[in-house]
Antibody, heavy 118, light 111 residues
Framework: EIQLMESGGGLVQPGGSLRLSCEASGITVSNNYMSWFRQAPGKGLECVSLIYSGGNTFYADSVKGRFTISRDNSKNTVYLQMNSLRDEDTAVYYC????????????WGQGTLVTVSS | QSALTQPASVSGSPGQSITISCTGTSSDVGGYNYVSWYQQHPGKAPKLIIYGVNNRPSGFSNRFSGSKSGNTASLTISGLQAEDEADYYCSSYTTTSTLVVFGGGTKLTVL
């Protein structure tokens, strides 16, 4: 069974930083496209970052220069380092796996809430 | 403002069929067969229900089907059941971004 477990969310002040983790079981993250999505309260889905199996990384314009996606193959974990956080970054963040290498995300974590507020 | 346009809400009675539309442009929905659909129940993670316009992941109900015509993709749910009540999101590859784009979501109410 494939499981993705996010952690690291919480309350942070504007301008602060957080690092989200996504620990995978049942798959090898380095062999998959892995992505971070977010969903602001009462709003829709947004893809914020993607890392290819080959290591290429991509970011939404809204987070470019502030967020960094990475992975630790030895821990089978994907990370999202979030710096210079803004109120509008408040959301539930989901980790997801693309099972088809075509941006079709077949496995999702349960999500972790990030609240940016003073 | 979402890149793809979906109706905010649809409703139907148990046993009926409903269709949710997802309108984009030739840069996304109309130009490529990379449309996918996600179902999301309140407080839960999204679940992939359709990929590649009209393919279902293994084990998913055949009451759900997808199609596309021009710049508009559609999700049809037949034989509506109470557990189908959820939010539905369409998504597509686009040439205007390195990441997939989404519709704003459609809330399905089963009357």
């Amino acid at each position: 069974e494939i499981q993705l477990m996010e952690s690291g969310g919480g309350l942070v002040q504007p301008g602060g930083s957080l690092r989200l983790s996504c620990e995978a079981s049942g798959i090898t993250v380095s062999n998959n496209y892995m992505s971070w999505f977010r969903q602001a309260p009462g709003k829709g889905l947004e893809c914020v970052s993607l890392i290819y199996s080959g290591g290429n990384t991509f970011y939404a314009d809204s987070v470019k220069g502030r967020f960094t996606i990475s992975r630790d193959n030895s821990k089978n974990t994907v990370y999202l380092q979030m710096n210079s956080l803004r109120d509008e970054d408040t959301a539930v963040y989901y980790c997801a796996r693309d099972g088809y290498s075509n941006n079709w995300f077949v496995s999702w974590g349960q999500g972790t809430l990030v609240t940016v507020s003073s | 403002q979402s890149a793809l346009t979906q109706p905010a809400s649809v409703s139907g009675s148990p046993g009926q069929s409903i269709t949710i539309s997802c309108t984009g442009t030739s840069s996304d929905v109309g130009g490529y067969n990379y449309v996918s659909w996600y179902q999301q129940h309140p407080g839960k993670a999204p679940k992939l229900i359709i990929y590649g316009v009209n393919n279902r992941p293994s084990g998913f109900s055949n009451r759900f089907s997808g199609s596309k015509s021009g710049n508009t993709a559609s999700l049809t749910i037949s034989g509506l059941q109470a557990e189908d009540e959820a939010d539905y999101y369409c998504s597509s590859y686009t040439t205007t971004s390195t990441l997939v784009v989404f519709g704003g979501g459609t809330k399905l109410t089963v009357l």
